[in-house]
């Protein structure tokens, strides 16, 4: 399905946790009816609590609270911070528990993986940022780089049908027939600003490409640059070649991404497809100051997208994402501002003659990183249907 673009929003960048957690608790903080948080990442770190506390208070004055957590991603919460949430009346849900940790199963990467806070159906928060703290890695001094906006306005609408149809799904699927949610009471969606933006989500159902459409729409109508950052990039086919048909039309194609090695598999089998992006003419650039999680995107400094999709197999193909797409070119400037300090300060751009020089036996591990991750996609939740 097309994005369904609305104007009349006001829509405000938030960089890393120093500017979006103390936005999200003064917005729970100021909650009169109601509070619904998804989140992937729920963890019991001094973050973590500070924003469970936050909750409590909510839900102690009467809002009506309610928080879904993924359960692999936060598979600790129902042990740690869960039971004196429900103690003071929050509701709280956990979608696909991790019933048996050591087992592989299919459909075990079907993961909750977006970020969305609805607060009294006027003010959703949507980005990329779990409730974690930003040090909470080890050997890390500088915090985890990633983003988030706030919004207000007629986009509240699909945002806040979006959270309520997951929740009666996870009610239904995990019995709890107490927590359905009353009658919908609709967002209140005045016009407040003036950026034109649409809500995307990626599901296993009728949106399963939306995300990715959105992008490829973008790239292809891309005339003068375009700017990613993402944590995990491992794109398939129709979006390499996208990428080099941009190259080809003149476009300056730069893709900024993890410097760090947090995961290994992941960050070798990306590395695989750095010599024919090289070659294509696009532009690799890697951010070594501290963890980068951002999943962000500018094209031609007037459309931008904010969200928790990675550009890999697991965003793309298999877990829930939601991404905000924004036509504003003040907005879009920004965030392209913020994005290219961070190439500046913390980045080095990696040359195609260096990485051609590269040892046969570190290209080959590369490869073997990029097919084994393949392999396991499939194995572990996306068959060779789709």
């Known amino acids: 399905m097309g994005a369904d673009f609305l104007p009349g929003n006001r829509i405000t960048l938030l960089n890393s946790g120093a500017e979006f957690f103390p936005a999200l608790r003064a917005a729970i903080d100021g909650a009169t009816e109601s509070v619904h948080l998804e989140t992937y990442i729920f963890e ?3 973050t973590g609590l500070a924003i469970a506390a936050t909750l409590s208070r909510a839900a102690q004055r009467g809002v009506a609270v309610r928080v879904l957590v993924d359960g ?42 977006r970020k969305i806070t609805v607060v009294d ?18 050997h890390q001094v500088p915090p985890r780089y990633d983003y988030a906006v706030r919004l207000e306005g007629p986009l509240l609408a699909p945002v806040q049908r979006a959270v309520q149809h997951l929740w009666e799904l996870v009610v239904w699927a995990s019995f709890r027939r107490r927590y359905r949610l009353p009658a919908p009471t609709p967002a209140c969606c005045p016009i407040t600003g003036q950026q034109t933006a649409a809500f995307l989500i990626r599901d296993n159902l009728r949106h399963r490409r939306d995300i990715e459409d959105a992008y490829l729409e ?38 900024l991404l993890q410097g760090r090695v947090e995961y290994r598999l992941l960050h070798y089998a990306t590395q695989a497809l750095y010599g024919p ?13 501290s963890f980068l999680h951002a999943k962000v995107a500018v094209v031609d400094g007037s459309w931008a997208t904010v969200g928790s999709s990675n550009i890999d197999p697991f965003s793309l193909l298999l877990a829930r994402e939601a991404n905000v797409v924004v036509k504003d070119q003040g907005f879009a400037e920004q965030l392209q501002a913020s994005l290219e300090q961070a190439m500046q300060e913390g980045s080095r751009e990696l040359l195609p003659g260096r990485w051609r020089r590269l040892p046969w036996h570190s290209r080959l591990m590369r490869r073997l ?15 060779a249907k789709h």
């Open 218 to 255: 973008a790239i292809a109508g891309a005339r003068q640059e375009i700017l990613i950052a993402n944590a995990y990039f491992l794109p398939g086919r129709r979006f390499r070649e996208a990428l080099k048909a941009a190259t080809e039309r003149g476009v300056q194609v730069t893709v």
């Open 121 to 138: 159906g006027r003010i959703a928060f949507v980005g990329g940022i779990n409730i974690i703290d930003d040090r909470n890695t080890p």
């Open 277 to 289: 992006l090289l070659e294509a003419g696009i532009r690799i650039v890697e951010y070594h100051r």
């Open 369 to 383: 990183a990029y097919s084994l991750v393949r392999l396991l996609i499939g194995i572990a939740g996306y068959g």
């Open 72 to 113: 692999f991603g936060a598979r600790e919460f129902p042990r740690t911070l869960m039971p004196a949430l429900v103690a003071d009346g929050v509701q709280v849900l956990v979608y696909r528990p991790e019933l048996a940790p050591f087992r592989l199963r299919r459909h075990r990467l079907r993961r909750l993986h």
């Open 44 to 46: 019991a770190d001094d």
